[in-house]
């Protein structure tokens, strides 16, 4: 069973454009989570979508957004670039549910970059 | 929300030593697992452990729920161990949102 895959994989932006980062899930999965990290926050929980809906939604500006489609895929974008959200955008999805079908599972990544 | 606080933050082995991770949560967990993140940054599963212990080959995990902590064991470490791990929880309702603990970072000498 293929992985969670994420595009584009690197990613080179300026200040003050928009971009839209792609995350396919593991094929039966319904739930899929997107995570930023820096070196100086850390991991940090951006939004879970379930069935189309956001579920959670992690302590980001609203520049922030996402959303899923029919068959799971999710994309996240996010507007107006600032120098500080040049970081490591990870996708993962999992069954959703109670018990280990919570068990997350991580994509590749996305290294974005804005000059 | 949750609290995840991971120690030590460094730790540098020669090969062939055991060392001990260890996770404190600030609140009870439904979903615990480990990750290993290699150099191009991808996580790799290690352990799915909201109780309970579990082993896979010269790592094994157990986590102690009622006292909130969960701890990773590697045995006769190799230069391939190296990289960052990370513990990460969530509670309650928060199923798909993990908190994720600041990583110990390893260092496997030959």
């Known amino acids: 069973k293929a992985g969670v895959t994420q595009t584009p994989r690197y990613l080179i932006k300026t200040r003050g454009q928009q971009v839209t980062l792609s995350c396919s899930p593991i094929s039966g999965h319904r739930s899929v989570s997107w995570y930023q990290q820096t070196p100086g926050q850390g991991l940090q929980f951006l939004f879970e979508y379930f069935s189309e809906t956001q579920r959670n939604k992690g302590n980001f500006p609203g520049r922030f957004s996402g959303r899923q489609f029919s068959n799971s895929r999710s994309e996240m974008n996010v507007s107006t670039l600032e120098l500080g959200d040049s970081a490591l955008y990870l996708c993962a999805s999992s069954l959703a549910g109670q018990g280990p079908f919570n068990e997350q599972f991580f994509g590749p990544g996305t290294r974005l970059t804005v000059l | 929300g949750i609290q995840v606080e991971q120690s030590p933050p460094d730790l540098i082995l020669q090969e062939g030593a055991n060392s001990t991770l260890r996770c404190n949560f600030s609140d009870s967990v439904n979903n615990l697992q480990w990750f290993h993140q290699n150099p191009w940054g991808q996580l790799i599963n290690l352990f799915y452990?909201?109780?309970g212990t579990k082993q896979n080959g010269r790592l094994s995990a157990t986590t102690v729920a009622t006292e909130r902590y969960s701890l990773l064991y590697i045995s006769s470490s190799q230069t391939t161990d190296s990289g960052v791990y990370f513990c990460a929880g969530s509670g309650g309702t928060s199923y798909g949102k993990l908190t994720f603990g600041q990583g110990t970072i390893l260092t496997v000498h030959p």
């Open positions: 452990i909201p109780s």
